[in-house]
């Protein structure tokens, strides 16, 4: 096997464990005492852990890594820093340190390393934090990420289930990379339409955050491995439902192309077996509804905000993210939880 072939198999978000495995582990785990500054941990499904420190200051944790799903090093570093420093943003907090995560095969390269290693520096930097160190293993397989620790106003946390009846939902970056990317292993994703994939997977959801701190956000999410309706489901946490108008979902065009042609992720039909009979689609094509699954590798901010003031933050939004689009709203609780209407 080449170096090539170990380097890139099957990698970013598509790589994670299923939602629904995650939920029968996650339920058995014991639970020791609360702890009352723990204001969110994994009970609440939430990108990442805050715990307060002050009235005024709590820190926010996370870790994110994976395989490559792009064959040159440098990028592929690009990508997993830059998704796993969208949880701080998606929590509405400010990076400030971070530590690496590696797995590396001995007998590799060390060139390569060193080009993973750089690419998510330079991600780290643009981010506003201070790389602190990290941990390396041997492993069969190149693996990559951060540990991240970012800050913030216990006040203005933007948990992901804090969205309203009525709210407005504005996602951020086009959905589809997953299967570009599936595309792409077999030769059969255009250099046009990887090379925009790259582009989103790469840019920071910090110039999104921004924005969205001016504005009484209500719930904010990154959409990754669980798939825009995955997360969707986590926001609504049982609460309410939601329409969504499927031809207002900002996507890239070329993947809906390859979901036509059965160019899917193992991952994807694992997001769409956890929805059976929760979600119900009226006259959406079957390659929308697999972009609705398709597991996001570095996804946009799925933001849900009060309904009059979403025109004016997505006005915003659309100068530092030009695919923004308000894709649907949040109504009173169903016999479903998402129905996906053209």
Do not use: W
């Not at 006040?155 to 992901?160: E, G, P, Q, W």
């Amino acid at each position: 096997m080449s170096e090539e072939k170990l380097f890139c198999s099957t990698g970013g978000c598509t790589a994670k464990l299923g939602a629904g495995i995650l939920d029968r582990v996650l339920s058995r785990l014991p639970r020791g005492d609360k702890d009352p500054n723990l204001l969110i941990g994994f009970d609440s499904k939430d990108d990442a852990a805050v715990y307060k420190l002050t009235d005024d200051l709590a820190f926010v944790q996370t870790l994110d890594f994976f395989p490559p799903m792009v064959e040159d090093p440098y990028t592929f570093g690009q990508i997993a820093a830059t998704n796993a420093l969208s949880d701080i943003y998606a929590m509405g907090g400010e990076v400030k340190t971070a530590l690496n995560i590696v797995c590396f095969p001995e007998t590799m390269d060390l060139n390569i390393l060193g080009e993973i290693m750089r690419g998510g520096s330079e991600k780290v930097i643009e981010a506003g934090g201070t790389l602190a160190g990290g941990h390396s293993i041997m492993d069969a397989s190149v693996k990559y990420g951060l540990s991240v620790t970012g800050i913030v106003n216990p006040k203005k946390i933007l948990a992901n289930n804090g969205i309203k009846c009525g709210d407005a939902l504005i996602l951020t970056k086009p959905l589809g990379v997953g299967i570009i990317c599936t595309a792409n292993r077999v030769n059969e994703a255009s250099k046009e339409a990887m090379d925009k994939a790259v582009k989103s997977m790469t840019t920071l959801n910090k110039y999104a955050a921004d924005v969205i701190r001016e504005y009484d956000v209500h719930g904010c999410t990154d959409v990754t491995g669980f798939g825009f309706l995955g997360h969707l489901r986590e926001m609504l946490d049982g609460k309410y439902s939601a329409v969504i108008h499927s031809d207002n979902v900002p996507r890239f065009d070329e993947a809906l192309s390859y979901a036509d042609e059965f160019l899917l992720t193992a991952a994807g039909q694992r997001n769409r077996n956890f929805a059976e009979g929760k979600v119900k689609f009226n006259g959406v094509p079957f390659a929308m509804e697999e972009l609705l699954f398709d597991p996001q590798t570095s996804g946009g901010l799925l933001i849900g905000i009060e309904k009059d003031k979403a025109d004016e933050l997505l006005a915003k939004l659309n100068k530092v993210c030009p695919s923004a689009a308000i894709v649907g709203e949040v109504i009173e609780k169903k016999d479903f939880e998402v129905e996906v209407i053209k």
